[in-house]
């Protein structure tokens, strides 16, 4: 299975840019363009999550998902 790619650095850029609040799903991650709506997307875990998120995602790095948890978020595998 190929995968789309999206690191955390991202994510936090997303929240510091006031585009996403405390939840990131995968119809959010389509309407900003980080994934296509047929592709699958997997959390990678370059750069730094200071955000408590409510990430939804098929796959996540174990990197990304610890980084996700210590931030006081939420990993949440599709």
Same mark, same amino acid.
């Given at each position: 299975? $190929?995968?789309? &790619? %999206?690191?955390?650095?991202?994510?936090?850029?997303?929240?510091?840019?006031?585009?996403?609040?405390?939840? %990131?799903?995968?119809?959010?991650?389509? /309407?900003?363009?980080?994934?296509?709506?047929?592709?699958? %997307?997997?959390?990678? &875990?370059?750069?730094?999550?200071?955000?408590?998120?409510? %990430? /939804?995602?098929?796959?996540?790095?174990?990197? /990304?998902?610890?980084?996700?948890?210590?931030?006081?978020? $939420?990993?949440?595998?599709?």
């Amino acid at each position: 299975k $190929e995968y789309q &790619g %999206v690191n955390l650095d991202t994510l936090q850029k997303l929240v510091d840019d006031k585009k996403i609040k405390d939840t %990131v799903d995968f119809d959010t991650m389509v /309407s900003l363009r980080l994934a296509g709506k047929n592709e699958m %997307v997997k959390i990678l &875990g370059r750069g730094e999550l200071k955000a408590g998120l409510k %990430v /939804s995602a098929h796959k996540f790095t174990a990197s /990304s998902k610890q980084a996700i948890e210590a931030a006081g978020g $939420e990993a949440i595998t599709l």
